[in-house]
């Protein structure tokens, strides 16, 4: 029971932190808040603790620990958060119309943010000094990433699917998101659907499998950082995916209203907790699985010499 306590207080104060890192974010950036619809404080309370829970989680779950553990941090989340985010923003500008410099003050605004908090989480989670024994030697255990690649053009291409198929399923279900990407609330069956997609943007398919990769990078990235077996290993992956970047979308903004944010909510939760799961799946293969035989194995071996010393 006390460490439960212990650990709920340090969530408290990371997310106290996480607040202010992205008060000092937006003074250095120079961003506008008169721009959001909505000056409520609540909004960002609620993203800062939801994003701190699955902060907490991840750091905890990781097999890294210091300097290490905080740059690994930053590339997820702020890939997950940020940059994932704003690149599909910019593709589809011709709909939101959020000014390039906005784009840029928002990117730049997460990256600060998510410094502050990464830093100041793996320092009060207490990983942050490393564990000088012979356990390290699990830096010698290298992914190779040649045999990967099919895995990484599987997941890839599911990610188009997932993001055609929840995008129509549900965003495209709220007559407000079709108003707003379209001007029309007409509802096509999904093959009509997808066939206007395609005729009007054929690019889209071949920039959403580029996302994808870049999607299937960072699910690479989390499933070899996590010290985790099992159903924990699919929870974490698909919250790390989904909470993130759905949270987001709580925070009011001038180019996308509440309505179509939250049909974007319900998409974005649900397709990227499928692909966060279905990121374990494909990845957890042999050669995964080899590698952290290999690591376990050196862990043992580590332990058996350290105690004949």
């Not at 564990?131 to 290298?142: A, G, I, P």
């Not at 990967?148 to 599911?158: E, G, K, R």
């Not at 397709?271 to 995964?288: P, R």
Request: proline share 3%; hydrophobic share 50%.
């Amino acid at each position: 029971m006390k460490k439960e306590i212990v650990l709920g207080l340090k969530e408290i104060l990371i997310t106290v932190i996480m607040f202010i890192g992205m008060a000092i974010s937006s003074v250095i950036v120079g961003f506008n808040t008169s721009q959001s619809s909505n000056n409520s404080i609540s909004p960002i309370l609620i993203f800062c603790f939801l994003n701190t829970i699955i902060l907490t989680v991840y750091i905890i779950n990781s097999k890294m620990r210091g300097l290490k553990l905080i740059g690994t941090t930053f590339i997820i989340f702020w890939g997950i958060q940020y940059f994932m985010t704003q690149i599909e923003t910019l593709y589809f500008d011709s709909a939101v119309k959020m000014p390039l410099f906005d784009i840029l003050q928002v990117v730049f605004i997460g990256a600060i943010s998510i410094t502050i908090s990464s830093l100041f989480a793996v320092l009060i989670l207490g990983k942050f000094k490393k564990k000088h024994t012979l356990f390290d030697t699990r830096n010698n255990v290298k992914l190779q990433f040649a045999k990967l690649l099919p895995n990484i053009a599987i997941l890839s291409f599911c990610y188009v699917i997932i993001y055609f198929l929840f995008g129509y399923f549900v965003a495209w279900q709220f007559p407000d998101v079709r108003e707003y990407y379209t001007g029309s609330t007409v509802m096509l069956n999904f093959f009509q659907h997808m066939t206007n997609q395609i005729q009007s943007d054929p690019i889209l398919p071949l920039f959403q499998l580029l996302r994808g990769m870049l999607w299937s990078g960072l699910a690479l990235i989390i499933i070899t950082s996590l010290n985790t077996k099992g159903w924990k290993t699919y929870i974490i992956n698909g919250l790390l995916f989904s909470i993130p970047i759905t949270s987001l979308l709580m925070l009011p903004n001038a180019y996308m209203p509440l309505p179509v944010r939250l049909g974007h909510s319900f998409e974005l939760l649900t397709s990227m907790f499928t692909f966060g799961v279905l990121s374990v799946i494909i990845f957890k293969n042999e050669h995964l699985n080899q590698v952290e035989t290999r690591y376990l194995q050196t862990q043992r071996w580590a332990q058996e010499n350290l105690l004949k010393k």
